[in-house]
């Protein structure tokens, strides 16, 4: 039991940690976008399965890590063009379209991953880049600065996103879009457009997020890889009260937690898995309501848009 | 109204388009007279390196041998993890006339047993179980996963140096817990000191967590893993990542994800009972056995990595547990 | 009360059939589509596409067992549809019926061994009230937060999905696993057969159609007198049109709101008794086959109005069964399948909105046809 303590496995705990928060961190911080201008994309998951898929094989085919990314941001790209249609021009219901969106991901990468690559194989990943200096300070060195680079990017995304959101002009219109459309519209903001702009910007981060999964995290491609990865993220944008930094505090619990659960097991304390399992999502409910008490919820969220009403 | 011209417009086009489509096509010949049907209803997906693909490899290998598609025909319905759907498939498949419907989940017992009274005429293979539910036309088969785990048990003693081996393992049920079982008394019976670590991740096929699971075994000392269930691919990406790390597989042969560090595996070869039970139902006899796969009946195979260099005196010890289990002068307990 | 301001009131009956005839058309029109798209990747798949689609007709049509397997999976989509339609009625959109159906099927199963010994002429009955007060208390949470903390409900009941399947595997694999199984060494993750009082008759030998098929019907004529007859469901239906009219009438808006989600996840929970008593006649893994998803997609298809629903459920049902009759006649890949039934839902979603807005401009026209005339 005081093995759980020793330095060794805090240190272990957090390297994985930093580690496993790396998708939650794309999917979620982009998602952050498209429900900052008022659209819930529950499609997260499908978008990443095809993101990750894309990665895995453009990787495969060509060894080029770099235009593996690109692909998947592509795609990415146009998952949330599919999106917009359907939630922002055909103003569907934003559930469900997320669901439809979520189901035609999981079976297009299951049916791509049949009839490209028929069978798993792994592939030469993102190698862990250990940075001068910084690197070999003990302890913190090893959980903070030997990582991968899909890793250092997310973390990177954090300030960048914040900086973006809250200090750009198309931040500012993305936020005023989620707040108050009809008030933006009237100050000649286009509506559609700015939340065609942030649904795709969030479906680019969440293809970049199944590509962080398949090529730096696990290295290969299997169906529904995700198993579900994307709806913790929906759920952790909420956690994290639409800004960047509570996202990223998020992300860290809720990786914390699993990683603990695993060095637990390996230590040999028992658990039960199931327990293990559901905590993370009592703790997203109960971070819900303290959630919506203590900020706003971009007010016109869910709500499709449309001249002339309200 | 315009839009509804659009839409009308639209529709004529599809109509058009199926009927091009179906005109391009030849028509498929007639199957021969004497096929064996044979009908295979999966958890997971053929392609899944691991259980549902042991069962298929050996049904096309099976075929492969008859004469192909003109002797045997193969059906298959993947990823039935969602066992009403999985039951739908299985009477659906029985009251087309198949010969041979195997339901290749222990969960599909329930649904087996149910349907298999319904039709009598059919051959109904299950598994993994031993229970034919006293029934003339069910065959019930299983693996003694335990044996090969014993096998890759005494292969991981002998080849660990940190004398910490992490076991990366989905639920605690069914062949994943046997061959763990397996796997621990193997080890234990090389060098009890040394210490095999266990982690559950509650799902088969979370592959992320499985990863972090193997990815935490190595940053905890092991240099040895092993493992059970589809998801088990992302351990041994971990492993190859790492790039000393040995893994030893179960259920199919794993060498291919990691050429260089996949020392063995226990590969389920169902080929011989899957000819037993044809041969059998030719001969009248529709059900009523129980198959166990065994190293003593070549149902279970240890196949080395040829691009793995083997130590001669680990090579030797395994074939001696090998040899040891066959005989009966080791057991193994399940 | 807010008055009945809505646009239809002032068309003639005529209007009103043609305006249904659309809004009913619309979702075949965009599955339809969802097809064509499926038959390119069909032919990519050198599959021919009439081959495959003819399969699923045959596969529906061609047997008793295709037949009655529709109207099996009919029977659990209707149910769950209609939760999904109270709740729509309020403007709540409820994703968690995956976790009510859990959640129903949980209560039926538990309640069903506890009083075993009970006679069935009781038994039954509760055993049903057991599963649809599970169901409802797994609505009344998410209701509940968003009544009191405004909790949006679409995150809630996806969590709230999560924790009912962890739950079930708990449970499944704990205190309601079959002994026998134990005993066996197997460990299956099933609970053991429900008493034989409790199960649903079934209606046709050698088929799985079973008596929850009828009982649905009938619950979709109560829901449908439910909201249109009386005084909490033209409520529920005025929180839905217009809240800020509804809160001004004195109707207290967000326990409405609750209201209907709980009522949703009651006959969520119904659809899950229906599965344990009638087809499974027990617990296991996978119990929801998706229908709380599938179930949401066959409400849009019944144009979320209960007795749109009795066809719309049968129809989806018919096309899930066909699907998975299709997979199995041509060979493709099954997710194939969850692609195609992915678009539908893209397209049939996608294209509710024409059709709100074909109802909207035909009521400009027939009120401005009216002034006219008054003119």
Redesign the interface.
Same mark, same amino acid.
């Given at each position: 039991m005081n093995e759980l303590f020793s330095l060794a496995v805090i240190t272990g705990i957090l390297t994985s940690a930093i580690r496993l928060a790396t998708p939650y961190l794309f999917a979620a911080v982009g998602e952050a976008f498209a429900q900052s201008s008022g659209v819930?994309n @529950?499609g997260v998951d *499908?978008i990443m399965l095809v993101g990750a898929f894309v990665a895995f094989y453009v990787t495969l085919q060509t060894g080029n890590l770099w235009l593996a990314v690109l692909a998947a941001a592509l795609v990415g790209l146009l998952m949330g063009l599919?999106m917009s249609?359907?939630s922002v021009t055909?103003?569907?219901?934003?559930?469900?379209?997320g669901?439809? @969106?979520?189901?035609? *991901?999981?079976?297009?990468?299951?049916?791509l991953?049949?009839?490209l690559v028929g069978t798993v194989q792994t592939i030469d990943g993102f190698k862990v880049i250990k940075i001068p200096l910084l690197g070999d300070i003990p302890m913190i060195g090893e959980i903070f600065f030997q990582h991968s680079l899909p890793v250092y990017a997310a973390f990177l995304l954090v300030p960048v996103a914040w900086w973006f959101l809250e200090k750009t002009t198309w931040g500012l219109k993305i936020k005023a879009v989620g707040q108050n459309p009809a008030a933006a519209d009237s100050l000649g903001v286009s509506v559609d457009k700015v939340r065609y702009f942030s649904v795709c910007l969030g479906s680019v981060l969440a293809g970049l997020a199944g590509a962080s999964l398949s090529t730096a995290l696990v290295n290969l491609f299997q169906?529904n890889l995700t198993a579900?990865l994307g709806?913790i993220a929906?759920?952790l944008v909420?956690f994290g009260g639409w800004k960047p930094a509570g996202i990223l505090v998020g992300a860290l619990l809720f990786s914390t937690v699993n990683a603990f659960q695993l060095w637990m097991q390996v230590l040999g304390v028992n658990i039960?898995s199931?327990?293990a399992?559901?905590l993370p999502?009592?703790l997203?409910?109960a971070a819900?309501?303290f959630a919506?008490?203590r900020v706003r919820?971009p007010a016109a969220?869910?709500k499709?848009f449309e001249r002339g009403e309200n | 109204m315009k839009?509804?011209n659009v839409?009308m417009a639209?529709?004529a086009l599809?109509v058009a388009?199926?009927?091009l489509?179906?005109c391009?096509?030849a028509a498929t010949p007639a199957p021969a007279a004497k096929v064996v049907r044979v009908?295979v209803v999966m958890p997971s997906s053929t392609t899944d390196m691991a259980f549902s693909q042991s069962m298929y490899s050996a049904l096309v290998a099976v075929q492969k041998e008859m004469g192909g598609e003109a002797a045997m025909e193969i059906?298959?319905?993947?990823?039935?993890?969602?066992?009403?759907?999985a039951?739908?498939?299985i009477?659906?498949?029985a009251?087309q006339g198949f010969d041979i419907v195997v339901a290749h989940g222990?969960?599909y017992?329930?649904s087996v047993e149910e349907i298999a009274k319904?039709f009598p005429g059919t051959t109904f293979a299950w598994g993994t179980?031993?229970?034919t539910f006293g029934l003339p036309n069910v065959y019930a088969y299983t693996a003694a996963a335990q044996e090969g785990g014993y096998v890759n048990g005494v292969l991981a003693a002998k080849l660990t140096t940190s004398k910490q081996i992490g076991v990366t393992g989905p639920?605690?049920?069914?062949d994943a817990?046997t061959y763990i079982d397996g796997f621990v008394q193997g080890v234990a019976s090389v060098d009890p000191s040394i210490t095999v670590n266990k982690t559950w991740t509650?799902s088969f096929s979370d592959v992320a967590l499985m990863t972090e699971a193997a990815k935490t075994h190595i940053a905890a000392g092991a240099d040895v893993l092993t493992g059970s269930s589809q998801s088990v691919v992302g351990s041994i990406g971990a492993a190859k990542e790492n790039g000393k790390v040995l893994w030893f597989g179960t259920q199919s042969e794993q060498t291919t994800l990691a050429p260089e560090l996949v020392v063995a595996s226990q590969v389920y070869d169902w080929t011989a009972m899957i000819k037993e039970i044809i041969a059998s139902r030719a001969a009248g006899t529709l059900g009523g056995k129980t198959y166990t796969l065994q190293l003593s009946n070549d149902g279970l195979k240890i196949v080395f990595n040829a691009g793995y260099n083997l130590p001669a005196d680990v090579k030797a010890a395994a074939d001696a547990a090998i040899e040891g289990i066959k005989g009966g002068k080791i057991t193994v307990n399940? | 009360m807010p008055p009945e301001s809505h646009p239809r009131s002032q068309k003639s009956w005529l209007d009103d059939w043609k305006d249904l005839a659309?809004r009913a058309?619309?979702p075949f029109?965009a599955m339809?589509?969802a097809?064509?798209i499926g038959?390119i990747?069909l032919?990519f798949?050198k599959v021919?596409?009439?081959?495959a689609?003819a399969a699923i007709v045959t596969g529906v049509f061609g047997?008793m067992?295709?037949f009655t397997?529709s109207l099996v999976k009919a029977t659990p989509l209707l149910l769950v549809g209609l939760g999904i339609c109270i709740a729509f009625r309020a403007s709540m959109?409820n994703?968690g019926a995956e976790g009510q159906i859990i959640l129903g099927a949980l209560g039926a199963t538990a309640w069903s061994l506890a009083f075993r010994n009970w006679p069935g002429w009781i038994l039954l009955p509760t055993t049903l009230i057991a599963s649809f007060i599970a169901g409802a208390a797994w609505g009344f949470v998410p209701g509940f937060?968003k009544a009191r903390?405004?909790?949006?409900e679409?995150?809630?009941t996806?969590?709230?999905n999560?924790?009912a399947l962890?739950?079930m595997?708990?449970l499944i694999?704990g205190p309601l696993i079959d002994q026998a199984g134990v005993t066996?060494?197997?460990?299956?993750?099933?609970s053991e057969k429900l008493p034989e009082s409790v199960w649903l008759t079934r209606l046709i030998p050698?088929t799985l159609l079973h008596t929850g098929a009828i009982l649905a019907v009938i619950l979709a004529v109560v829901v449908y007198i439910f909201l249109w007859r009386t005084t909490i469901g033209f409520r529920i239906r005025a929180v839905g049109l217009n809240p800020d009219a509804s809160r001004y009438a004195g109707v207290n808006v967000p326990a409405y709101q609750a209201l209907s989600l709980t009522l949703a996840g009651g006959f969520a929970g119904l659809a899950g008794a229906v599965?344990v008593m009638g087809?499974?006649h027990?617990l296991?893994?996978?119990?929801t086959?998706?229908y709380g998803?599938s179930g949401?997609?066959a409400a849009?298809f019944g144009g979320l109005h209960p007795l749109g629903l009795i066809p719309a459920s049968w129809l989806f049902g018919s096309l899930l069964?066909g699907a998975?009759?299709m997979?199995?006649a041509v060979?493709v890949?099954?997710?194939?399948?969850?692609?195609?039934?992915?678009?539908?839902?893209?397209f049939v979603?996608?294209?509710?909105?024409?059709s709100q807005r074909?109802a909207a401009r035909r009521a400009i026209a027939v009120s401005k046809a009216g002034k006219e005339a008054e003119a």
């Open positions: 819930v @529950l *499908g599919l249609l359907i055909l103003k569907a219901e934003q559930g469900i379209s669901i439809g @969106l979520y189901m035609f *991901g999981l079976g297009l990468s299951s049916l991953f049949k009839l169906e579900g709806f929906v759920a909420y039960s199931d327990v399992v559901m999502y009592l997203t409910i819900l309501v919506t008490n919820q969220l869910n499709p | 839009k509804h839409w639209i529709c599809l388009a199926l009927v489509t179906a391009g096509q009908a059906k298959y319905s993947e990823n039935m993890f969602k066992v009403p759907d039951a739908a498939a009477r659906d498949y009251s222990s969960q017992g329930a319904d179980d031993v229970n639920v605690e049920v069914g817990k509650g399940p | 659309f058309a619309l029109l339809l589509a097809l064509l038959a990747v032919a798949l021919n596409p009439l081959t689609y047997s067992s295709g397997q959109i994703i937060l903390f405004r909790v949006n679409i995150l809630s996806v969590m709230m999560a924790i962890q739950l595997n708990l694999r066996a060494g197997t460990y299956l993750a099933q050698q599965e087809v499974h027990r296991l893994e996978g119990i086959s998706g998803f949401i997609v849009l069964v998975d009759k997979q199995r060979q890949p099954s997710a194939l399948i969850d692609t195609l039934l992915g678009l539908v839902v893209l979603v996608g294209s509710a909105y024409i074909w």
